[in-house]
């Protein structure tokens, strides 16, 4: 089993940034594939951004492209998704999620699943 606690969501103001975190427990965290999701109100759960056990390798949604960065620090069991120039669109509620093997983009190959943060972005 694999436990996650995400954390840093808030209220910000559009243009803003803001850094969740992703506290990992349980197994070895170095041996998952990490995602980010997100889910506004009356939407399905969407893919973000994921990145490789190593942290070498990541793939972002075209939506958040050049505005959100995921990186990983495995000594800290901890994933990280830095998010830029945040527009009321991003509102929603975060999760990250984790699988092991390969980098994945579709929320049904992830195993584990934090609770979430809400993120909300005004204009």
């Known amino acids: 089993q694999v436990q996650l606690v995400e954390s840093g969501g808030g209220l910000v103001q559009a243009g803003d940034s803001l850094r969740l975190s992703c506290a990992a427990s349980?197994?070895?965290?170095?041996?998952?594939?990490m995602g980010w999701f997100r889910q506004a109100p009356g939407k399905e759960r969407e893919f973000v951004a994921a990145?490789?056990?190593?942290?070498?390798?990541?793939y972002s949604a075209a939506s958040v492209k050049g505005r959100f960065t995921i990186s990983r620090d495995n000594a800290k069991n901890t994933v990280y998704l830095q998010m830029n120039s945040l527009k009321p669109e991003d509102t929603a509620v975060y999760y990250c999620?984790?699988?092991?093997?390969?980098?994945?983009?579709?929320?049904?190959?992830?195993?584990?699943w934090g609770q979430g943060t809400q993120v909300t972005v005004s204009s």
């Open positions: 999620a984790a699988k092991e093997g390969r980098i994945a983009t579709k929320k049904w190959e992830y195993d584990y």
């Open positions: 990145v490789t056990w190593s942290g070498s390798s990541s």
């Open positions: 349980g197994r070895t965290f170095s041996n998952y594939a």
